[in-house]
């Protein structure tokens, strides 16, 4: 069986979070969040619907993760 859905946590060396999930909606269509954190768990950027163009599930999940790390990364944290 298909799995329907995938999520990926991952904390970042700077201390951010990252939260990227990916899933099959009823009608066939991808559905994704994508949402990065600071230490204290306060939100830096939560996208509830991003749009990853002509990707399967599992490239849009990898896609996430990119553009997750890319601003948790970017992140100064002391």
Known sequence: MTERHLLHT??????CSIKVRAE?????????FIGV???DGTAIDENHDPR???????????????????????????
């Open 37 to 39: 954190y600071w230490p």
């Open 52 to 78: 990853p163009h002509m990707l399967d599930m599992e490239a849009a999940m990898d896609w996430g993760i990119d553009i997750a790390k890319g601003i948790g990364n970017s992140q100064r944290t002391l």
């Open 24 to 32: 099959i909606l009823r009608d066939g269509s991808l559905g994704m």
């Open 10 to 15: 991952e904390t970042l060396s700077n201390g």
